[in-house]
């Protein structure tokens, strides 16, 4: 695979950024393409491991060194063949995924590991380019209908699968627009939204029906679903984590999908800009350290925003692996987005004790503590915090990204369907739930989680759906290796 020593002659590369300056000003992608000759190198990086753990880190069993050797060998139509045999949507993981398969690329034990996001999201680019992406609707169909409530990257991974078996599949979506947080949770400077529709041409071409502005429970009786043979739900994890304590009922005081699903619609013309979710001109503080965290910061810095914080409450990783955290393990390292070179004071191991308003019950500030995580080898960590170190800070916005606590209890109340102990719907090993012809994947089963983890729920719920549809199934189940990935 690849080329033989190739490792030893390449280096590493990756897209590069336009200037910061100049990337702040709209809210378009803007990563500079690589040259031809460098992405042939890229994938001439492989080193055609005996045992390829960029398998086993990739939660969807990406072909990896195959495509790898076929982008060296300069063979891009071949590349996209296999790289579709085991992922739905490159072009959403190639821009989006944080790369767990990079973290297990056998060359990151002495040197930077391979491309391979890179790589994966110049085939699907340029599949898109020569038109090789087609549709390919089903020879026959089964006669079989099946819904899927939710068009996030699971439903619409879970709707093409059930498709190509045949099956009549109509997928339900409560926002006006189908794609779920790809379209109105991911901002449009990570995943341009003409990505997901250039996507969704090929799977209504493919015979998939969508229905936005349905809300299942609400303006479309539960009932109702009684017209299909099986039910898919893949509504993602969408209950806000809060941060119950004073001043958080402030109007300033805003959830991040609140902040950037509004800024998404008024990209998409949809809604006008309001005040109260605009950063401009405001002192900005993000509390939540992870990726919703890194895209408010990127938003508030386009808005115009005077200054932008981020608090976490954990403390700062350390730049390079521990002993304690090997190869080919998630490096829990600290990781600096595009978003965070754009502007932001990064401040580790604070909690956030109260919000402050000023006489006129708008927000002028907050109080924090700084804490220690104290270590027990028989018990987990515990918080605590460090006397003295009270602060107050200044501001006049602060966006809430902490994450989520599940799916919303709508559809498990109205279908009476069993929850597991994180309010998770429960299934069995087969993605059933207690409903027999009821199943669900992706967020909704398994929390909150990534997007790669997402379309590889999708494909193995449509698996064991049209196996108890048809009492058999040809659609491809990933097997299930022994190495744990970032969840």
């Known amino acids: 695979m690849g080329k033989l020593r190739g490792f030893l002659e390449f280096e590493r590369k990756v897209e590069e950024y336009l200037p910061v300056k100049d990337r702040v000003k709209h809210y ?35 072909l990896i060194p195959d495509f790898n050797d076929a982008v060296y060998r300069n063979s891009w139509k071949e590349a996209l063949d296999i790289l579709h045999t085991t992922n739905n949507f490159p072009e959403f993981t190639g821009r989006l995924c944080p790369a767990p398969c990079e973290a297990a690329c056998v060359l990151g034990i002495i040197k930077p ?37 939710g068009s996030g990257p699971s439903g619409l991974a879970a709707a093409q699968q059930l498709n190509r078996a045949g099956h009549l ?24 939204k003409n990505i997901i529709d250039r996507r969704l041409k090929i799977l209504e ?38 941060l119950p304590i004073e001043g958080s009922e402030l ?31 405001k002192h900005v503080i993000v509390i939540g350290g992870g990726d919703t965290g890194s895209d408010c910061i990127g938003t508030s810095n386009r808005h115009g925003a005077l200054s932008v914080t981020n608090f976490e409450i954990m403390p700062m990783p350390p730049k390079e692996r521990t002993r304690e955290n090997p190869w080919p393990y998630w490096p829990f390292t ?17 909690l956030t004790k109260e919000f402050i308003s000023d006489k006129n019950g708008k927000l002028k500030a907050l109080k924090t503590v700084d804490v220690k995580w104290e270590k027990n080898d028989e018990e ?26 599940g799916p919303e209890k709508t559809l498990s109340e109205k279908l009476n369907l069993e ?37 590889s729920e999708g494909r193995e719920v449509a698996h064991h759906v049209d196996k108890y549809l048809m009492g058999y199934s040809d659609l491809p189940i990933k097997e299930k290796g022994d190495l744990p990935t970032v969840n």
Not at 384 to 396: A, H, L, Q, R
Request: aromatic share 8%; charged share 25%.
């Open 113 to 149: 590991p391979v491309s391979i996001e890179t790589i994966e999201k110049y085939i699907v680019e340029k599949g898109f380019e020569k038109g090789w992406i087609v549709p390919h609707p089903p020879s026959k169909r089964t006669g079989k209908k099946v819904a899927v409530v």
């Open 334 to 350: 600290l990781k600096t987005s595009s978003s965070h070179q754009e502007g932001v004071v990064r401040t580790f191991s604070v």
């Open 380 to 405: 987990p960590p515990k918080l605590k915090e460090i006397k003295g170190s009270e602060k107050e800070w200044s501001c006049n916005l602060v966006l809430l990204a902490l994450g989520f606590k």
């Open 28 to 62: 378009q992608e803007f990563t500079k393409d690589l040259s031809k000759q460098s992405l042939l190198e890229q994938g001439g990086r492989c080193m055609s491991c005996g045992i390829p753990f960029c398998h086993s880190g990739c939660p969807l069993g990406n």
């Open 251 to 281: 109007e300033e005081v805003i959830q991040a999908m609140a902040f950037l699903s509004h800024q998404n619609k008024v990209v998409e013309g949809s809604v006008k800009p309001i005040e109260r979710l605009s950063a401009k001109g």
């Open 205 to 242: 071409a493919e015979g998939i029906i969508f229905r936005p502005n349905t809300h299942i429970g609400v303006d479309f009786q539960v009932e109702e679903l009684g017209y299909f043979d099986a039910v898919v739900l893949a509504g993602g994890a969408t209950q806000k984590r809060e």
């Open 169 to 192: 599949v109509t997928v339900f979506e409560r926002d006006s627009n189908i794609g779920g947080l790809l379209r109105y949770g991911i901002p449009n400077f990570k995943l341009d």
């Open 419 to 455: 929850l597991d102990n994180h309010s998770n719907i429960k299934t069995d090993k087969n993605y059933q739930t207690n409903i027999p012809n009821i199943f669900t994947a992706g967020d909704m089963r398994r929390g909150q989680s990534l997007i790669v983890w997402a379309i």
